[in-house]
Structures are given as C-alpha cells and as structure tokens.
C-alpha cells in the first residue's frame, strides 16, 4: 500500500480513529527507529537516580499522581522510564530514597505515602 493510499484511506476515519492511528504510526516509527539504531537509544540506566533534576522531575510528576502505597510509588516510576528503555528496581528504590532524603514524599506509621505542600 503506498503513502497516496493510506492517506486517502485515513480522510475516511472519524477523528479519534485518526489520533489512534497517529498514535500508533508515531510508536511504530519509534521501535523501527531503535531497532535500527539501538547505540542511540537512551537508557534509564545512563541517568543517576541521585542527580536533582531527575528527582525534582520524579516528585513533581508523583505529586500529581499522588499514589499512596509504596508500591504503588515505584510501580509509577517504573511506568515514568518505561519508553526510555525501563528502570532496575534498585534505581527506583534509590529513587525512593532520594525523594525521602529530599522530604519529597513522607511515609506515615501506617507506611501510607503523603507529599508535603
């Protein structure tokens, strides 16, 4: 199928069919594009989970999620690096702590996690 027939075939699409299919195509040229250079891909590992702008980056996205449980907490870490290659478990729980050492997050008596104003 050629790019003239696509096109054509897409005018036909409502407008969320539309976003889906762009969605799709942008994830698609993605991997194609990491699989044919994989020395260019960015990996979680090549970040270091002390570095503040990456914990500043964590906390401020994890105060609008706001999970409540510390596994929920790295579960959402997890899903921050997930197209930059993922993240170990031990990045994330130095993460973790980084955000406590930071007063980022608090974690109650009841080991429920609330973030400070």
Known sequence: MTYDEVSKQA????????????????QLAHKEEEEQ?????KT?????????????????????????KKRALLNSIGAMFQFQGG???D???????????????????NNRISYPE
């Not at 250079?37 to 891909?41: S, V």
């Not at 973790?96 to 980022?104: I, M, N, T, Y």
């Open 91 to 109: 990045d994330k729980e130095k993460l973790f702590s980084e955000l406590l050492k930071k007063r980022h997050i608090i974690v109650t008596e």
């Open 44 to 68: 979680a590992s090549a970040f270091t989970p002390s570095d503040p702008e990456l914990v500043q980056y964590v906390a401020d996205r994890l105060k609008k999620l706001k999970p409540s």
């Open 11 to 26: 005018e036909q699409l409502s407008y969320r069919e539309k976003l889906r299919l762009a969605q799709l195509l942008i």
């Open 87 to 89: 993240i170990s478990d």
């Open 37 to 41: 250079n994989p020395e260019k891909r």
